[in-house]
T-cell receptor
């Protein structure tokens, strides 16, 4: 079945540092790929998405490119801020047996220190 | 526009009790999915409903059930609660089946004592 593997955290960075969170996936067909962010005590917020190979999703300075050849969707940001501290989930969405299902990675906690 | 709403926000139950969680999708969305997120883990798919019919089910016991109403809102029911059912329960809605983005609600945090 579908699966998502992302780097374990926590990741601790200083403000303005460069961020990379690795994500690889296994899926049949052509899934859509997502990054969700979860701030403490809150639900999931969609950060960015890409629906086909070579698409680049971007939002709030974050970027990720759908790489079918390496089955990857790594999250990057050039300069992180303290407000970026949260848990980041890589996810894929595919159709399985006629229904829409999102498969999540285990999450990577990011802590940005001033 | 209102996003996905869920109620209650928090809930405390004891083992063996029953719980009902509620979800209202974004206006115009006909599909609702439920996820369980145990502390420190990613969300796990429980159910998807579309046009009031169950379209998909994850690897959860029969104690978990759900339904969708004519207005597309949904309820998740869990019987005979176990300590391990303590989690954040997330509802997500989308327009319908297909490659569409699911939008998540804030979740209901259930604690089973």
């Amino acid at each position: 079945g579908d699966s998502v593997t992302q780097m374990e955290g926590p990741v601790t960075l200083s403000e303005e540092a460069f961020l990379t969170i690795n994500c690889t996936y296994t899926a049949t067909g052509y899934p859509s790929l997502f990054w969700y962010v979860q701030y403490p005590g809150e639900g999931l917020q969609l950060l960015l998405k890409a629906t086909k190979a070579d698409d680049k999703g971007s939002n709030k300075g974050f970027e990720a490119t759908y790489r079918k050849e390496t089955t990857s969707f790594h999250l990057e940001k050039g300069s992180v801020q303290v407000s970026d501290s949260a848990v980041y989930f890589c996810a894929l969405e595919g159709l399985a047996g006629g229904y829409q299902k999102v498969t999540f990675g285990t999450g990577t906690k990011l802590q940005v220190i001033p | 526009d209102a996003g996905v709403t869920q109620s209650p926000t928090h809930l405390i139950k004891t083992r063996g009790q029953h719980v009902t969680l509620r979800c209202s999708p974004i206006s115009g969305h006909k599909s609702v999915s439920w996820y369980q997120q145990v502390l420190g883990q990613g969300p796990q798919f429980i159910f998807q409903y579309y046009e009031k019919e169950e379209r998909g089910r994850g690897n959860f016991p029969d104690r978990f059930s759900a339904r969708q109403f004519p207005n597309y809102s949904s309820e998740l029911n869990v019987n005979a609660l176990l300590l391990g059912d303590s989690a954040l329960y997330l509802c997500a809605s989308s327009l319908g089946q297909g490659k569409e983005t699911q939008y998540f609600g804030p979740g209901t945090r259930l604690l089973v004592l």
